[in-house]
Nanobody, 126 residues
Framework: QAQLVESGGGLVKAGGSLRLSCAAS????????LGWFRQAPGKEREFVAS????????AYADSVKGRFTISRDRAKNTVYLQMNSLKPEDTAVYYC???????????????????WGQGTQVTVSS
């Protein structure tokens, strides 16, 4: 059973940093594109960042560009999201996702039939 487990969330003051991790188990995702999405209370889940299967291409939402960095370690079956200069509007539950298709590039849309983690809460205080 494929499973994605996020960690690294927490409470941080505006301007601070957090690093999220998402570890995969049950199958290898070394050939899958990986991504991060977030959902704030009362809002739809939205795209944050994604990375291609080989790590050569990345994509970011305009709201996080220049502040967040996505990376992956294929050997460890893990994807990371380094978040700097955090703002209160970054407060949300952050989910990692893995495409079921292989050798994919970056993507932007929520795909319900992809693999999803359970989420980790990030709260940024002003």
């Amino acid at each position: 059973q494929a499973q994605l487990v996020e960690s690294g969330g927490g409470l941080v003051k505006a301007g601070g940093s957090l690093r999220l991790s998402c570890a995969a188990s049950g199958r290898t995702f070394s050939s899958s594109a990986l991504g991060w999405f977030r959902q704030a209370p009362g809002k739809e889940r939205e795209f944050v960042a994604s990375i291609s299967w080989n790590g050569e291409n990345t994509a970011y939402a305009d709201s996080v560009k220049g502040r967040f960095t996505i990376s992956r370690d294929r050997a460890k079956n893990t994807v990371y999201l380094q978040m700097n200069s955090l703002k209160p509007e970054d407060t949300a539950v952050y989910y990692c996702a893995a495409r079921k298709s292989m050798y994919g590039s970056t993507w932007y849309a929520v795909k319900e039939d992809d693999y999803w983690g359970q989420g980790t809460q990030v709260t940024v205080s002003s």
